[in-house]
């Protein structure tokens, strides 16, 4: 099994570009959620998702746009990148919220110039 | 202040010492997570833990839901142990998980 495969591991971006970063996971999990980690403070949770069609905001969603067409795939979209939302971002699945260990993503580091 | 806390923020240990780490979270929770992140990057669930005392070969996490503390020991520490450890509480409030800031831990040969 790959596990949570993200992509890309690396983007240098503009300002005012959009991008897209993919998230994928093949072990049939309910929830999944995007993360951004910033120097001198922990994960913080930016959107999440409890099954295929359903999402929320999480602590820092503002810049960002999610869907959950399938139960696979959890794309995270920039509408409009700004230096501020440069960052580690990290994706990561589990079975149940909060009940089981969450598989993370090996990341995707982004640089908005 | 945060709702999880981790102290150290960061520790140099000489090999073969006894580590610990410390988490105090002021939330309730349903379950303390403790994760690893290795310099490349990549973050690894070691353990989850709602009572009591778990063990993973030199790794052993503890939590006391009374006084709502939880601890990760290394036994025996290796300079490979050197990684940031990650504690994390899962709120029995929502579905969300909150992080602490992490524990930079060196191990020095």
């Known amino acids: 099994n790959a596990g949570v495969t993200q992509t890309p591991k690396f983007q240098v971006l503009k300002t005012g570009q959009s991008m897209t970063l993919q998230c994928a996971q093949d072990m049939n999990h309910e929830y999944m959620s995007w993360y951004r980690q910033d120097p001198g403070m922990g994960l913080r949770l930016i959107h999440y998702?409890?099954?295929?069609?359903?999402?929320d905001q999480g602590e820092v969603p503002n810049g960002y746009n999610v869907s959950r067409s399938t139960t696979e795939d959890f794309p995270l979209r920039l509408l409009s990148a700004a230096p501020s939302q440069t960052s580690v971002y990290f994706c990561a699945s589990s079975t149940r919220t909060g009940f089981q260990p969450q598989h993370f993503g090996d990341g995707t580091r982004l640089s908005i110039l | 202040k945060n709702e999880v806390e981790q102290s150290p923020q960061n520790l140099t240990a000489q090999e073969g010492e006894f580590i610990t780490i410390n988490c105090s979270y002021s939330?309730?929770?349903?379950?303390l997570h403790w994760l690893q992140q290795h310099p490349g990057g990549g973050i690894v669930s070691l353990f989850m833990?709602?009572?009591g005392k778990k063990k993973h070969g030199r790794l052993i996490a503890t939590i006391n839901i009374q006084e709502k503390h939880s601890s990760l020991h290394i036994t025996a520490s290796h300079p490979r142990d050197s990684a940031v450890y990650i504690c994390a509480a899962s709120t029995n409030r929502d579905d969300k998980i909150i992080f602490g800031k992490g524990t930079r831990l060196h191990i020095l040969p």
């Open positions: 998702s409890v099954g295929a069609g359903i999402t």
């Open positions: 833990l709602s009572s």
């Open positions: 939330v309730g929770i349903s379950a």
